[in-house]
């Protein structure tokens, strides 16, 4: 029973970090319709900056230490929106009303192009390098389950991170305009809103949250190299999916789920060489019998 | 040209005679360059099987490298149990046989991505092919009988230069006929509209579903060649970006056009072996060329046609 609840704890860690990247997955395709392959790779892109920015930050506030961590979050997030604002602007604009194919396409190429680019020993090489130590650890039980303190901090920040998304979303000016523009750009932008900026902000907006989720990693995980963009990208792109993509609670609950699914999964004898597969597998299920997702809602195609 | 010469099954015919004289003078080729030839002919299957795919029906598949390892494994494993059987003398002969069992499990293989096509459009299509080859990885890593995560080694070196240029031109041959038959042209109809297509009376899912049978079946051939050309397989060699090279080579060619897909698949066969020595550059370089490409010329850099001119409008 013990154990159990324990893979239930690992593995809502692990799903809040899915969640994080899903969000802008599911984000951007709310507003353009399309499958952003780079996310993954902004949130390997959070991660480094968090690493090369530690040891600046400590000269001011201590590290390990409650303000240092602070502000590592808050300048990654920075970084990681002016990044994905970039990527969008150089790669994506230009393509605004091209086939969805060809934009797709130029998102496999931005995600290769940052991965094989951040490999390269001009960059930040292809070893694996070690995260450092934002804040003090230590382990402590409630009710006979014992947490330790990093899973609990990444799953405060990611529900605190997604309140604050809701609220900028559903209470704001902004958020009112982002979700005409997902409902329907034409007319949001007869009604005097800039699509242009609408979609930089949502891409900024991601890419912070897959900055943050890129730190949190970090912390867990403590290992960190170019290539760790793909396959948590591609399951962060799975949990949108099931939640029911351009959904945001269900990104987040997809997250969880599929966190939680794959860490019971590793546990289990026989099951756990499967592990990176499962992920898969849960997608090629839901687009076969619910391709709308958990929480999504069926839309008619009309011609 | 006389119109006799423009009978594909005379191309064909001396297509193979060809690649027949040249594989029984290959023995006095230096081996280095025989074996990038040899490379060139299975890129030219592999790209134009998916060219098939991802352009004439216009359903982008990310999982080539997928059906291409199930040929790879089944055609050699087929062949080391018939060795471990019937010893070496015959292997030759049988290796037609072992090629084709390849394919045909490999068409299986995409007959199992095609059912779910037949409800997903696009991006879901293209990340659902990509999880299906890495599923595919993960399983040959398992499976103790096809070596495991170390992958298969010993496998006979029979892929010469006759048997890959023949099928390469059999593949040309058989995508290029069936493009064109009647019934081929509904690839590119359910290309150009699939609602239009549909409401003409062709039937969309059974075309994207026959597109990646043909597809993965001759992927299934290229890998055959494949291991029996590096004598060794695993399943790491098989990951996402050997299917995206293969992608590339498509793009490159412009979707949908045999004959730049063909010249692609050699410049960039090629190009991999000069930069062999800087293999991350080369990816760099791949990826760039993809991005500038999309932006500046989408129709692709070996598609010499000219653009359409669109319509314009009577009042306007």
């Known amino acids: ?303 | 040209m006389p119109p006799i010469f423009k009978d594909p099954r005379l191309q064909l015919v001396a297509a193979i005679l060809i690649a027949v004289i040249a594989g029984l003078g290959a023995d006095q080729m230096n081996s280095y360059y025989r074996d990038v030839v040899i490379d060139i002919g299975i890129a030219i299957i592999l790209a134009v099987s998916l060219n098939l795919i991802n352009g004439h029906t216009g359903q982008f598949s990310l999982g080539h490298a997928g059906f291409m390892s199930v040929g790879a494994y089944i055609s050699a494993m087929t062949t080391l149990a018939l060795q471990k059987s019937m010893g070496i003398d015959i292997l030759p002969w049988l290796f037609l046989p072992a090629l084709i069992a390849g394919g045909l499990v490999a068409a299986l293989a995409g007959l199992l991505v095609g059912v779910p096509s037949l409800r997903l459009r696009g991006d879901y299509l293209a990340i659902v092919t990509l999880g299906f080859g890495e599923i595919i990885r993960v399983i040959f890593q398992n499976v103790e009988a096809a070596g495991g995560a170390s992958g298969l080694s010993g496998v006979p070196k029979l892929s010469g230069l006759a048997w890959t240029f023949g099928l390469a031109a059999v593949t040309v041959y058989v995508v290029g006929c069936l493009v064109k038959s009647t019934y081929g042209r509904g690839f590119i109809a359910v290309h150009d509209d699939e609602v239009a297509a549909s409401s003409m009376g062709l039937n969309p899912t059974r075309y994207k579903v026959t597109a990646f049978v043909i597809g993965a079946f001759f992927a299934g051939i290229a890998g055959g060649l494949y291991s029996h050309h590096k004598t060794f397989i695993s399943p790491q060699g098989f990951d996402f970006m050997k299917s995206f090279e293969v992608v590339v080579m498509v793009i490159l060619g412009g979707m949908g056009r045999t004959g730049g897909v063909i010249v692609a698949a050699v410049v960039l066969t090629l190009l991999s072996e000069q930069l062999r020595s800087a293999a991350e550059l080369r990816m760099i370089l791949y990826a760039l060329l993809i991005i500038v490409l999309m932006i500046a010329r989408p129709q692709g850099l070996f598609n010499f046609e000219r653009k359409r001119k669109p319509r314009t409008p009577v009042n306007s």
């Open chain 1, 1 to 303: 029973m013990n154990e159990i609840s324990q893979q239930l704890v690992n593995g809502l860690a692990l799903g809040a970090v899915y969640a994080l990247i899903a969000i802008g997955y599911t984000m951007v395709y709310g507003v353009l319709r399309f499958i952003n392959f780079a996310h993954g790779d902004v949130f390997m892109l959070g991660s480094f900056t968090g690493y090369y920015l530690a040891p600046q930050i400590a000269k001011w506030f201590p590290i390990p230490g409650w303000g240092g961590w602070v502000m590592v979050m808050a300048a990654t997030m920075i970084v990681c929106a002016i990044i994905g604002i970039v990527i969008e602007l150089l790669a994506y604009r230009p393509l605004r009303d091209r086939p969805k194919l060809t934009v797709l396409i130029t998102a496999i190429g931005v995600s290769l192009l940052i991965e094989y680019t951040c490999q390269h020993k001009a960059f930040f090489g292809a070893s694996q390098k070690a995260f450092p130590q934002l804040l003090p650890t230590g382990n402590f039980t409630i009710g006979g389950l014992s947490f330790n303190s990093t899973q609990f901090v990444v799953l405060s920040v990611t529900l605190v991170l997604l309140v604050a998304l809701t609220f900028i979303v559903k209470k704001t000016r902004i958020g009112m305009a982002m979700r005409a523009v997902s409902h329907n750009s034409a007319a949001a932008s007869l009604m005097g809103i800039s699509n242009s900026f609408i979609i930089s902000f949502t891409f900024g907006l991601g890419s912070a949250l897959a900055g943050a989720g890129g730190v949190l990693y970090g912390m867990t995980y403590t290992g960190i190299d170019p290539l760790m963009g793909v396959n948590v990208g591609l399951k962060a792109f799975v949990a949108a999916v099931l939640g029911g993509i351009g959904n945001l609670p269900g990104a987040a609950l997809g997250g969880l789920v599929l966190g939680v699914v794959e860490t019971f999964a590793g546990g289990m004898s026989g099951v756990s060489t499967y592990r990176d597969g499962i992920a898969f597998a849960i997608l090629i299920i839901i687009l076969i019998f619910k391709p709308t997702g958990l929480l999504g809602s069926k839309q008619i195609e009309k011609v």
